[in-house]
Every structure is written in C-alpha cells, then in structure tokens.
C-alpha cells in the first residue's frame, strides 16, 4: 500500500505515510490523498472499511475479481471497476486485468491484484511533478484512466496485424488446414472479448464525462471525454474487426471450396481422357479369335493414332468449357 | 407452508404458527412476516387470497407455470416472477424453475412448487441470525434473490466446458459425424434459452434496482444492483457462448469441407497416377499382330521404366501444386 | 348481427333485438350494449356509420381485410383490429383471421368476416352469466382479447412438434432429399408470420395496457396486462423457434455434406485400393515376349500374394488416416 | 404546368389560368390552388422563386432527382419529397420516381419530372368534383399521397409471384444453373431498395400524421394515418420478402449440394461395383503360363458366377448404407 | 498558413496578413476572419493556443491523425472533426483525410495535414465573391462543409461500379479463382469503413443542423440540413453495399459450387459410361480357355454392338435424371 499525499499549494507530493495518519489526512479538505493497494494483504485491505467507510457491497467487488466495469455513486464518493490490458498477452488470447477504486471530494482509492503499467507510470509523473495532484482528485483519476486506456492501442495493432496474417495465410497455403480455422475461431472470441469490456467501458466513460456526476469538476468533463474518445476508437476498431474476422471464416470456406473444386477438376480431367483410351486398348486386348483389325499390318499404328485423336478431342473440350489452359481471370 | 415472524428489535425468529395466526401478526406494522408455500396444497393456496387478499390475477399467475420473469406493482405489494436453475442440470439441457412471490411493507410471500436451494439457504440464514430480518421485508427478498442468482455460476461455467469439449472434439475427430451436430443444436438451444430468461431477469432487477417501487427502501437499492450485476454477469456470458455456438457451427462445417478436400486429393493423386499406367499396360496388352515392342528384349523393362518416370513426373506435378510432400502451414 | 343488451344491476344479458331499437339503448349511459357483427350483410353494416357513426376511414377498415393489428383512438370510442389464429390449421402454413371493432363507453361492436370461436365463447359466458357486462364494457372488450389470444397457445405447441420432427429426420434419413428443405422452407416462412402479427398484436395490448387510453378502467388495466403476457410468451417462443428453424437449415446442410464426405470417402477407399490391383493385372497382361516372371511356377501365385500385400497395406493407410475402422467418437 | 383555383363555397374547381393570375389568386386566403408542374420548363420552374419565394435549397432539391423522400418544415410551408413506382416495372428490377411538392395554407405545389398516374386521377377526380378542393389544401395533399402509395400494392404482389417463381424452380430444375443465382441477387437488390425507400416515406408520413405539422388540420390527422398504415403494409412485406429471399438463397445452395451429393453417390456406386470386376477380369487377363484356373473347364462360368456375386454383395452393401433402392423420406 | 478577412459590409475578403495581425482583426467583431492551416509548421501551430486560446485537449486532437469525426462545444467556440475523400482513391481501398476545425462568433480556423481539394474551392470562390464572408462565419463553415461532403459521391459511383464488375465476372468466370474474393473482402472492408465514416460524420452534421449549438444561426439550418442529406444519401447507399457484397460472396460461394456440381457430374457421366465398357472388354480378354464366344464369328462385333447398346441405355439414364442433354431452365 501506497500513500500519497498533497496539501493545496504545495510544490511536491509526500509520500511513505504509515496508515495511521491516513483519517488525519482524510479530515483536512485541502488535502488530496491517493491511496494504491496493489496486491494488498489482508491488513491493507481492512483499510477501505475501517478509514473509508466504503459500502461494504464495493469492498466485496473490489475484493473478487470477474467482474464487469462499472461505476456506482455512492453519497459521498464513486466506485469504479476499470479493466486494464495484461501486457505482452498475444491477440488471440489477451488478458484484462481489473482496476477498482474510490474518487472523494479529496482523495482516490485504487484497488488492484495486478500491477499496472500505467498507475507506475502516474507515480513516477507524481514523483517529478505535482501538476496533477494540484489539478484535484477527479483530475488525478482521469490522469490513472488516460494512461489505462493508451495502453489499448498497442493490443488494437496487434489485433491488425493477427488479421492481415490470417488473410495472408488464407489465400497463400494450398492445403486445407484446420490450424487455420483454429486461430480463426480464437481470434474471433477474443475480439468479441475486447468489444464487450470496452463496450462497458465506455459506458463508464460516457457516464462520467457527461457530467453525471458531481464529484467530477465541469471544468475536467473534456479531459474524460477525451478519454471517452480514446477508447471509443479502440471500440470502433473492434467492432470492424469482428466484421473482418467473420469475413476471414467466410472466405476461408470459399477457398478451401475454390481448391476443392480444382481438385475434382484435375480428377475428372485425368479420368475423362484417360478412360476412355483405356476402353479402346482394352477392346483390342480382347480374344477373340475372328478380330480383322488384329491382323491388318498398320492396325497398331491406326489405333495409336486414333488415341491421339481422341486425346486431342476431349482437350479441346475440357478448353472449350473453360476448365484447361486458361489464364486466370 | 412456513411461516416466520419476526418482531422488531427481537434477537430471533420464530416459527411454526398455524395459519390462524398470520392476520394477527400482519396487522401489526412492526411484525415481519415470511410465508413461504413450497409444493403448497389447495388449502394452503388460499391464504393468498384469503388472508393477503392478493389480485386474483397474480394469484393465477403464481399458481400456473410457465410464466416468463416480471415484476408487477400493486397498489400494496408487489408480485414478482423470477426463475432459478434446476441443480444437477447439463447446459445442454437446463432446467429453470419458477419462484413466485409477493413483497409487502412488512411481508414477504414466495411460493413455488418446486424445492429451491436458495430459500433453504436462507431459512438456515435465518435460524442462526435474526440479522437478515432486521432489514426489513425488502432486504429479505433481496437475500433470496442473491441467493438464487448465484446459483446461475455453476450452470455458466459448465456451458464453458461443454462449447471447448465440443471444439476439441471438432477438430480432433476425422470422420464427419452427426453426433457433434446435435449437440452443437441442443446447446445453441440451451444457451439462446438461458439468454431469453436472463434477459427478462434482469429487467426485472434493473426496475427495481434504480428505486421504480418505493416499497424497497432507497439505502437498500445498492443491495439490489448488486444482485443485477450479478446476473449481468450471468447473460453476458450466455451472450458470448451464443456467439461461440454460433462459430462451432460454421467452424464444424469447414472442418468437414477441409476433409472432403483432402479425401478428394487422395482420391484424385491415386487416380491420376494409376490410371495412366493402366493404359500403358493396356495398349501393350493389345492382340495386334504387329507391335514390333513387343518382340524387342528389354520393351517390358523399357515399359516398367517408361511408367516410372510417368510415376516420378506426376508425383513432381502434384508437389508443385502443394498437394503432397508439403508441411503443414 | 347480434345485439346484447345489459341494463346496470340486471341479473342477465337480454339478446334478439331489432336494429331500430339501438339508438334507443345507447343513449341510455346505465346500458352496456354489446353488437357482434358475423359476415354480416350490406345493411348490417350500415349500422357502423348511421346509429355509431363511426369515422368512415375506420369503417373502410373494418370492413376490407388485410390490416395489420391496430389500436387507434378516437374522441368518443377506440377503435381496434387484432388478429385471431384460424382452427385446424397446420403450422407450416398457419393462417389468421382479422376481428375489428369499436370500444365506446357503454358499447363494445365486433367485426369479423369469419366465424371466432374465442366470441362464441364468450357468448356462452354471457348467456350463463351476466358478470361480464357487469364490469363494463372494457371488461367485456377483455374477455374478448383473452380468449382470442389463448387461442395462439395450441399454435405455438404445433410448432414446436414441427420442428422437433424435421430435425428427427433430418438426422434420420440417409438420402439428401428436398422434401425437407421445402419444409423448413414453409416453417420459417409461417414462423415470420408469426412473429410479425404478434409484435403488432403485443404493441396493441400494450397500449391499451399502460394505462394510455381513458375508455379503459385504470382497476381493469391489469386484466389486460395479463393479456399482454400471455401473448408476450407467445412472441417469445416465435422468436426461439425463429432461431431453431433458422439453426436447422445449417444442421441439414451440415449433415449433408457430412453424407458427402463419407460418399467421397467410399469413392476414395474403393478407387485406391482396386485400381493399383488392376494395374499390376494390367502388367502382367501385356504381351511381351521377354516377361520371365510370365514363365515362373509359381509367378501368378506370387502376384496374388503382392496383391494382397498391397491391399493391406492400403488398408492399413487408410486406417492410419481415421477413414475405416474406427468407432464414432 | 396546371393550376387549378378554387374559391370556397364554389361548386367546381376552375383550371386554365395563365402563370400571371397566380399571384392575385393566392393572396386571397378563400382560394385554394394547385400548382402541378409536369416536366417543367425553365420558366416554369421559376414560379417556384419568383411568385412563392420558396427557400432556394427546396427548389434545388426539387429540381435534382436522386433524393430521398423526406419532409422539412419551413415558417410558411412545408417541403416534401416522396417516391411514386413507376408503371410497368418488374420486380427484379423496379424503378421509382421522386415527386416534390410544397403544402402552404391555400396552396400546394407539386413537381415531377415524369409522369404520375397517380396525380392524373386525382385531376380526373377534381374535374367531376370540387369535394377535394373543398376540405383544403391539406387534404388535396392526401389524396395525392393516398393514390400514390396505393401505387405500391400491385408491385408488392409482383415481388410475391417472384419469389414463389423462383422457389419452384430451385425445386424442380435438376441442372445446377447460374441463372437462379442472378435472379436472386437482383431480387434480394431490389427488395432492399424497396425497403428503404418504404422505411423513409414511412417516416416522413408518420411525422404528418402524428401532428407535427401545424398546417395539416387536425381533424384530417386519420387520413394521414390510413396513407401510413397502407404504407406500412407495403414495408411490412417488404421485410418479409427480404427474409424470403435470404432463404432462397440457403435453400438453392442446399439443393445444389443434395445434387452433388447424389451425383457423387451415382460415380461411387457405379465406380464400387465395376472396379473390383475389372481387377477379376483383369486377373485373369494375366499371361502367367501357369494358371491352373484358365485351363478349367467352367473356370470361365464360375468367374462370371463370382463376379455375380460380388455384384449383388456390394449392391447388399450400399442398400443396407440407404444409398441405393430407398423411398423418398 | 493563409488568413482571409472579411470587414461587414466590404465588397472583398482580404488575404496575406502576417499572423501578428491576427488578435487586432479577432477583436472586432464586425471582423469575420478564416485562418487555414494547411500541413503547418511548429510556429503556425502555436497560433491555437497563443492567439485563439483553444483548449489544450483540441489542440492535441487537432495535431493528431486518426480520430473519429465528432463536434465538441465549448464556450467560446465549437471544435469539430470531419473526414473527406482523398482524391484518386479506388474504392477497395479508398483513404480518408482529417480536417479539423473551429467555429468562433467571428471566426473559422481549419486545420489540416493535407491538402482539401473542398477547402481550395472554397478559397476560389471567396477570392472571386465576398458573397460566402458576408454571411458569417458559420455560412462559411457550412460552405466548406459542403464541398467535402460533395466530393464523397464520385467515390460512392465507383463503388457501384466495383461492385457490378465483380458480380459480372463471378457469372462470366469458369475457374474458381481466389482473385475474386480477395477483391471481395478489400471491398467488403472499404465499404464498412466508409460506413463507420459517414455514420459518425452524419451524427455531427445531425446535432449541428438540429440546433443544438447557438453559434449557428438558424436561418442556416436549412444549409447545415441540406449537407446531412447529402451525406445522409451517400451512408444509405454505403448502406446498400454492404449488403450487396455480403450477397456476393454468397452468390460467389453458390457459383463455385454450382461449377463443381457441373464438374463432378462430367465425371460421373465419363465414369459410369467407360468403366462397364471397359468391364465388357476386360472379360473378353480374359485367358480362359474355354469361352465359346471367343470362337464366335461374330462375338466380336456381337461384343461392339453390345457396349453400344451399353452406352446408349447409360445415356437415356443420364438424360432421365436430366443431367445431358437439358435445356438450360
């Protein structure tokens, strides 16, 4: 657990408090106190009720983990559940990780099992500078969310790039493999995964910078709609890729049809030629014993011949109906 | 039919009243009165009307089945239908029973036919601390409604594993077999079911969460999200299986048009090779009389050699086409 | 044309009057009149316009079929058309009828070109019993609904047989066959109809159910909310049975080409094995002089062991692949 | 261009004014006149500025074809723009025609580039009777309007006819064929159309008949409502026929796949029984010296008799697979 | 960076101020000044934050590429966000480009990393006409506007044209080749980005044109309208084109498979002919040495007449099953 804290007008932020000052801090309004549990013991935790008084419901949700982002006023303060993206977590398969907290008149709460990129990130601008804490609580939380929500788009590219892949692949392999449809199929649930936590998300979003709450200052509504619209991007890219993924499936079926149908015709071409010369070798294989043409001295020669000919007939054909020696189109 | 009564401020709750009994006890504001009617008989059923003086209609509604979820206001109660899951259901197959009931200022009414492992609960709940009744009628109901909705958990985790026991075996089995399509039908079935129901659950929480029905007391609304959000949970997930079910489907099929592909190449090599063969070995099968070959020493060595190189240019044609020899992508 | 007349406080409903007498009655407001129109003649329907003076678009509409469900309110009366499930109708082409009418302050006017066993009922009810009229004309409009829509309930089981039996053969039959896609065809066009009329319909009963028109008793509303669910369930199983029907269409397709991959598979065995056995015949059949295994005792026993080798060994290939010998999974 | 002046309370309707009148005529607030311009010529289009100083954007828009139907309120007049079908279309393939109009207290102007059957029957009507004209300029607008849409009807029947057209040959034609396929995409493009150009006009019709507009008498409200209504019957089928037409689709390509999944039982079926005859014909086609089978006296019967048999075995075995001599399902 | 500045009442709009002119010109509000920044430097940059104050947060968005159109009020001014068509884009694959702007009381400044072929005609007709400048910055918004929405439609034409040119080679080609899907799925892509486009950009012109902002005069509603309109026509068509490309990989899909029907039959047909030929003769070559019909003098043309007869009962029972010899339905 980490305590910062900040009294209006001062030029840094303090910080490595033990948790008994904290209800002092909490008393002075001009203070504005941030406190992080990461990965918090037991002790930690007993915090948010014992110092807080928070709802004992958002101490439950903050505690568990699965759950949806949302946020809840209550009187005296918000509780939110944000999701962060895990890093290096490959598109297929990428893992949120869960960010709960409190906003107060005076002080931010922050509540993870996880570490989080961008809440290190806040830290060390807190450390170098004390513009954020001076700007209030609300704006030290859009700063957690802002950095939270950047941290979207690097997973968007590769989303991109795990797309145009597949494409690739799809059109490149000639065999019909289900490794192909395996990835398909993985790409396809994660992106509807990524859509439907920022859907929430942004519902979150949405709600806060629309000034539907208090404890958000006006003057601080547009730096959450900017990041409302942040992360609206990365929804509006999601939603496309679901499309595109659906699409990859389609055409990853025409393919394999595409191939299939090459497959018979090289099949039925061998067949339809071959066939039929075999009938005739296979006539004049027979035994008969009164067969004129068996003793006629060319009659090898006319038989061979009419192969030939009957071999150059069925080609032509086959490249009449457009199936042999054609460019593609 | 159990009756519980609870008297304000009292450490306990007693039970086992006759019915006789329960008009007393209702007249008297500051008594709490839980009536729960499992598998209730005729006589039994009549408190509804006799002693609540219920609207015949939801009496009906209670007493029939298949009813959808909703919550209804009456000028003095409300009347809520909501369902639970059957335990020891498969997903493929669930099974919701119906939980009807009535709230009161200082009242709860549930009735059922079925047993509910929720309302056991919380009888257990009850025997052992007067805390629930305490609340009042309102967080009674909510405990019930927890209660219930926790029990959807298990049903959504086993459909979790039935959709990956179905994609392993999609792409481990190599025949084309009915027996995955059925139960591919029977769990989108289940599953476009369990979205059907939630969703109607959940309205029914939401009105009452966001303080519709002045008869749950406002501090008690956060109790209520809490149950929403819970279920929430529940038909997210149900909507993201649907999705998953969805694509079993289709990646099923291409499963099978990738086999049909390679069995059709099999096919197609194995004929495409042999029977040009064939025809060599039948027009030297031939009975002509003059086919100088065969009188040669070393014309069937030279044959046998002649179908080889056949053999090794077909198999080099098929490689080049990616259709042998080749790894898989 | 039938005319029902309900003095307030009588204990029957009297009947069998003359046409002349109705402006008589309607001016009385202690009077319920209740004027049922079956197919009726041209002069019957003058009454519409010369004793209701009903607004002559509402006439039109009354009279010509083809509407869709409606409720429209006019100063003095509402005027409806909802849509009744003709008996003896087969699901795959279920076919409705329209009843039109008029709901006024003491007066209630069905239209209907054909016969409606839901107002013969409750012709019945009222000729027992006057308790219908007793509760005004609203109530009676009710009664009227409940018993139309209740009759959607046996529509809605024969559906759900329907579909039950297709997917059974589709599972069940070996040849691909029309006769079901014509089937499912016809379903889910009937099931779209379905749909259709009962979203309307519900649009109606909701209307009038939420209270927004004053023609109807605030203590009756609930009778119509009633109703409303019941034909609300029925909406509900259309549109599950909407998706199944859909789903089936892909499960037949599936399970055909599933039949085809296995057709192809025989092909593929049959062709793979025989033709390199005909083959080595074929050799062994040219006729070269210098063949010396032609001379060998035992040559032609030792080709029928090769063959039976490579018959094996084929088989053995194929069994490697999953194709033969193995067990459903 | 047509103008047609009617002074209230006068028994006819007058026509043949020159354009110079047309000023004088509407400045008196007891006239109604109809402006209907027909294929306009330069100068006629000018009255549209110069005499009622219509906003410039209206005219532009009124002038260009390509616009959607849509309505705009401007202080004096409202702007219109809807879609008529054009006579002697077909389905596949149908063509609409835009009719712009403005609706002032005691005018209305319309403007079409093509002609309308539609606007002729109501002059026909106008010039047998002033009844029209005598209801006001509001309801002049809503006869237009009223034959217009009735325009529609003939059009919805003929997609109907198309659609079953198509469905019965999809069933009967045994040759997979392209031309279905064409005809299919056209109506499925056509429908589409249909739909949004029924969705718009809805639109623009049911913000008439709700009110919004302060011009169109209340009491004239119905009628608006009965153009919406046989409008929406119109956009009701159209959804219909989409669906329908998504299902030929899946249904034509499942016939084609039954096909083929019957052409290729017809090759394994005949390949499965000739394939292993030849290898027995071919066996003892060999020319091994020693052959103790060649040299029976009924070696040559029983070879027959043999192949007899593995003719019926696999005719056995392909029945048994319900491949082969099965009834229809 | 280009200034143009409009005195009320001028004849002509002034350009090629240096920027320190810039506040003396904003502080009259009788001034109406445009400042445009085409690809600025660093410096020119500054003017937002230096000389116009803007918020920091547009500034940012302004800089930037890659966001989503959308209008934000502020106090003082409106920030907008709207996308145009770079020019010779190809549909497949059309690019999109970021103007950004602001809309003060007496100014409009544009912002823009590439060049506007909307914004350069607009310049021309200013220098030719102080017309647009005389009636006020927001008219001067819209003219902009407008010309940017217009350039969408040639991209809309080449649309249409894409996607016939694919629908007529999926008919005309006879291989099942992979090119036209690829251009499908580009296709498919663009056009769903050109819908998210369009439908966000329609959203802004929507609350512009609504009034929703008081910096817009609403005398000018009618232009800001007429722009969603036009744009509103290219999203309804964008509209349609999804669906028409969805429908063509279908029809593609149906196409292929029709063709592999085709082909699979020719090789049934060539198959079930030649393979109990072949039989025939394969018996008659058999080495028995007791077949009388060997001896025959005429078994051999016996055997000849006897494949005819063969044949042409295989062929009566192709053309049964009408798969020769058939008219195209």
């Given at each position: 657990m980490e305590i910062f804290v900040y009294q209006k007008g001062a030029d840094f932020v303090e910080e490595n408090f033990p948790i008994e000052k904290l209800p002092e801090f909490l008393k002075n309004p001009d203070n504005l106190v941030w406190v992080d549990l990461e990965a918090p013991s037991k002790e930690d935790e007993m915090v948010l009720a014992?110092?807080?008084?928070?709802?004992p419901l958002s101490i439950e949700d903050a505690v568990m983990t699965r759950n949806l982002p949302k946020v809840e006023a209550f009187p005296e303060y918000l509780f939110f559940i944000v999701h962060g993206i895990k890093s290096?977590?490959?598109?297929a398969n990428f893992v949120t990780k869960e960010l709960d907290g409190y906003l107060g008149k005076n002080f931010v709460v922050t509540y993870h099992h996880e570490n989080f990129r961008s809440i290190d990130k806040v830290k060390q601008q807190i450390r170098s500078s004390a513009f954020v804490f001076g700007r209030g609580a609300d704006y030290l939380l859009h700063q957690i969310l802002d950095e939270l929500v950047d941290l979207y788009l690097p997973l968007v590219d590769d989303f991109d790039n795990a797309i145009n892949g597949i494409e690739e692949r799809i059109f490149r392999t000639k065999k019909a493999n289900d490794a192909i449809l395996e990835e398909i199929l993985d790409l396809k649930r994660s992106v509807a995964r990524l859509r439907r936590i920022t859907s929430r998300q942004l519902n979150v979003l949405y709600r806060i910078s629309r000034g539907?709450?208090?404890?958000?200052?006006e003057a601080h509504l547009p730096f959450y709609r900017d990041v409302h619209d942040h992360l609206l991007r990365v929804s509006d890219l999601a939603e496309s890729y679901r499309d595109l993924i659906g699409g990859l499936l389609d055409i990853q079926f025409s393919v394999v049809s595409n191939r299939t149908n090459e497959v018979v015709k090289v099949l039925t071409i061998f067949s339809a030629i071959i066939l039929p010369l075999s009938l005739i070798a296979g006539i004049y294989g027979m035994?008969?014993?009164?067969?004129p043409e068996l003793r006629t001295k060319n009659g090898y020669y006319f038989t061979l011949g009419f192969m030939l000919i009957v071999t150059i007939g069925l080609l032509f054909y086959f490249w009449r109906k457009g199936w042999i020696f054609e460019k593609d189109d």
């Amino acid at each position: 657990m980490e305590i910062f804290v900040y009294q209006k007008g001062a030029d840094f932020v303090e910080e490595n408090f033990p948790i008994e000052k904290l209800p002092e801090f909490l008393k002075n309004p001009d203070n504005l106190v941030w406190v992080d549990l990461e990965a918090p013991s037991k002790e930690d935790e007993m915090v948010l009720a014992d110092v807080f008084h928070f709802h004992p419901l958002s101490i439950e949700d903050a505690v568990m983990t699965r759950n949806l982002p949302k946020v809840e006023a209550f009187p005296e303060y918000l509780f939110f559940i944000v999701h962060g993206i895990k890093s290096e977590t490959n598109p297929a398969n990428f893992v949120t990780k869960e960010l709960d907290g409190y906003l107060g008149k005076n002080f931010v709460v922050t509540y993870h099992h996880e570490n989080f990129r961008s809440i290190d990130k806040v830290k060390q601008q807190i450390r170098s500078s004390a513009f954020v804490f001076g700007r209030g609580a609300d704006y030290l939380l859009h700063q957690i969310l802002d950095e939270l929500v950047d941290l979207y788009l690097p997973l968007v590219d590769d989303f991109d790039n795990a797309i145009n892949g597949i494409e690739e692949r799809i059109f490149r392999t000639k065999k019909a493999n289900d490794a192909i449809l395996e990835e398909i199929l993985d790409l396809k649930r994660s992106v509807a995964r990524l859509r439907r936590i920022t859907s929430r998300q942004l519902n979150v979003l949405y709600r806060i910078s629309r000034g539907e709450f208090p404890l958000i200052e006006e003057a601080h509504l547009p730096f959450y709609r900017d990041v409302h619209d942040h992360l609206l991007r990365v929804s509006d890219l999601a939603e496309s890729y679901r499309d595109l993924i659906g699409g990859l499936l389609d055409i990853q079926f025409s393919v394999v049809s595409n191939r299939t149908n090459e497959v018979v015709k090289v099949l039925t071409i061998f067949s339809a030629i071959i066939l039929p010369l075999s009938l005739i070798a296979g006539i004049y294989g027979m035994n008969f014993e009164n067969m004129p043409e068996l003793r006629t001295k060319n009659g090898y020669y006319f038989t061979l011949g009419f192969m030939l000919i009957v071999t150059i007939g069925l080609l032509f054909y086959f490249w009449r109906k457009g199936w042999i020696f054609e460019k593609d189109d």
